[in-house]
């Protein structure tokens, strides 16, 4: 997501729903993370976060992996939207799975990812969309070497995205996250979602 990719949140309406329950709306820029503990926790979460956005016009991209793939997520999202393959028909929702997104020729690159972003990002605007949204799983991290990447690839996330019209959800296994990774993963993120029953509270980070 490049700092230039699209008009600053100042020229759009600040606020949006966020679809998750429990939580209120929230500004445009938000960088959220989650540790999730179960694939229905996971839907319960991402479903309801990318239907808000469809529904108010923005563009949803759901980067799928781990116990989600691209059918489990359509799936999910038609029973609460019949008509959600309008969306993708139209150009407005995209689901794509990690492998495509993340591991290009089977190794993370960042400049790849940003690129990637840059061009949705471009996308959105070009087609008059109210902004970008965006929930992705980086369940695939395994080694140092990998997290070391993905940290500061978040880092970058954090920054080009406080003042653009994107809200990015990112949702981490809890089972494959060590202390020290949840800590790191916390920093480059501006607030973190925990579960309440089925609902969500939201903890401010910065």
Known sequence: MHPSAQPSC?????????????LPQVSWGEHLCVFYRSKVELLDLVVPFIRAGLEDHEFCMWVTGGPIQEGD??????????????????????????????????????????????????YTARRGFAGLRVT????????????????????QVQQAIAHRPMIALCTYPTANCDPAQMLTTLRHHGATLMPRGRAWKRIDLA
């Open 10 to 22: 100042r020229d759009r309406e600040s606020t949006r729903r966020l679809g998750v329950p429990g």
């Open 73 to 122: 997520a359509f799936r999910a999202l038609e029973r609460v939207m019949p008509d959600a393959h309008r969306y993708l028909a139209a150009r407005q929702l995209e689901i794509v799975p990690h492998t495509q997104w993340y591991l290009t020729n089977g190794r993370f690159d960042t400049d790849k990812i940003l690129q990637n972003w840059a061009s949705r990002a471009d």
């Open 136 to 155: 992705g799983n980086p369940f695939w991290l395994a080694h140092k070497t990998e997290w070391a990447a993905f940290d500061r690839y978040e880092g």
